[in-house]
C-alpha cells in the first residue's frame, strides 16, 4: 500500500491540466462531474451528512474497509495507477513518430518506436479493461464478469461517467478519429501477442488479466473492447460527439492547433492522468457509501 486513502483523496489536484481537460467535456455531460477533493469533503458530499462525529466514524470504517487486504479496493487503485503510469512514454514514443515523418535525419526514430494508430489502440483497449477490472475489484466478483460490467455501464454517473468520456474523446475520437471503434477493432484484430508482451501498462497487469497465455489475454482484451463498443457508439452518437467538437472545446484552456489530433493526443498522454484522478474519487466515493451503510 502506497498512502492511506484519506491522504489520496486530500491530495488530488484541484485545478492542474488534468482538471482543465476534464472540464472541457463537460458540454457532454453538464454538471454530471464536479473535482471533489479532499477526504472530509467528499464524505459531506457523497452522504450530505453534517455531524462531526458520523462523519468521524464514516471516515475511520472507509479506512479501515481500504486497508483491509481481502477487499480489491487496493488493487482497483493500483489498477488505475498503473494504466496512466506509461502514457508520458506512450506520448513521447507518438511525438518521437511524428517528428521522424517531418525531419529527415529524426528518420531512423520511425523503425523503434511504435506507430501512433498502434500504440493508441493498445492504450485504448487496456484503459477499457482496466475500467472492467477495476469494476470486479471494487465490488467483489471474478475478473472475467464482462456482462456484469456492460450491465453497470447504464448506472455510471459523476466521476466514473467522466472517465468514459474521456476514454471515448481523449482516447478514441482524438487519436483514433470519429470512426475510432471500427479502427480499434481491426487494429486489435491485426495485433499480435509480441504487440501487447512490449508495452510497459500490459506487462504490469498481465497476471490480473485472464486468458492464461498472452494469447489467450489478448482474446479477453478483443473480447471486453467489442462488448462495450455499442454502448460506446451509442453514447458518441447520442451526444452528437466529433473530434473536432472535442478539439474545439480544449482549445479554451491549452493552445492547441485544431488539425493537430495525434500531437494533440500524445499531448494529452503526457500531461494528464485523468484515469488515475476519478479513479481516486470512484474509489473514495464507494468507500463511503459502503461505510456509511455499515455504521
Known amino acids: 500500500m502506497s498512502k492511506p486513502i484519506f491522504q489520496l483523496v486530500d491530495e488530488l489536484p484541484t485545478n492542474n491540466l488534468t482538471v482543465k481537460a476534464l472540464h472541457t ?3 457532454v455531460i453538464p454538471g454530471e462531474w464536479q473535482n471533489i477533493v479532499g477526504f472530509t469533503n467528499t464524505i459531506k458530499a457523497v452522504t450530505g451528512e453534517t455531524d462531526e462525529d458520523l462523519i468521524q466514524q464514516i471516515g475511520e470504517r ?3 474497509l481500504y486497508n483491509d487486504k481481502s477487499q480489491g479496493y487496493q ?11 506509461a502514457g508520458g512514454t506512450l506520448g513521447a514514443a507518438a511525438m518521437a513518430n511524428k517528428i521522424s515523418q517531418d525531419i529527415g535525419f529524426l528518420g531512423f526514430l ?10 493508441q489502440t493498445i492504450d485504448l483497449s487496456l484503459k477499457v479493461v482496466t475500467e472492467l477490472l477495476a469494476f470486479c475489484q471494487i465490488n467483489g466478483i471474478p475478473g472475467d464478469s464482462i456482462g456484469d460490467f456492460v450491465m453497470s455501464l447504464g448506472d455510471y454517473g459523476g466521476e466514473s461517467l467522466m472517465r468514459m468520456v474521456a476514454l471515448i474523446c481523449f482516447d478514441g475520437l482524438i487519436p483514433l478519429g470519429p470512426d475510432f471503434i471500427l479502427k480499434a477493432q481491426s487494429n486489435l484484430n491485426q ?11 500490459f506487462k504490469q ?7 492464461g497465455n498472452t494469447a489467450g489475454k489478448l482474446g479477453f482484451i478483443g473480447e471486453s473492447f467489442s462488448s462495450i ?11 452528437g460527439l466529433t473530434p473536432q467538437n472535442v478539439m474545439a472545446n480544449l482549445q479554451t484552456v491549452v493552445e492547441v492547433s485544431a488539425d493537430k489530433f495525434d500531437y494533440v493526443a500524445g499531448f494529452l498522454d503526457m500531461s494528464t492522468n485523468y484515469y488515475y484522478h476519478t479513479g481516486v474519487q470512484t474509489l473514495a466515493r464507494r468507500l463511503i457509501e459502503r461505510a456509511s451503510a455499515e455504521i
Not at 495485433?191 to 501498462?201: I, T
Open 62 to 64: 472507509a479506512i479501515w
Open 75 to 85: 488493487r482497483a487503485l493500483w489498477l488505475y495507477e498503473t494504466v496512466n503510469s
Open 205 to 211: 497487469m498481465e497476471s490480473l488479466i485472464p486468458g
Open 25 to 27: 467535456l463537460d458540454f
Open 191 to 201: 495485433a499480435q501477442p509480441s504487440d501487447f508482451q512490449q508495452n510497459p501498462v
Open 229 to 239: 463498443s455499442g454502448w460506446m457508439g451509442n453514447f458518441a452518437a447520442s451526444k
Open 110 to 119: 520511425g523503425n523503434i518506436t511504435p506507430k501512433p494508430e498502434k500504440a
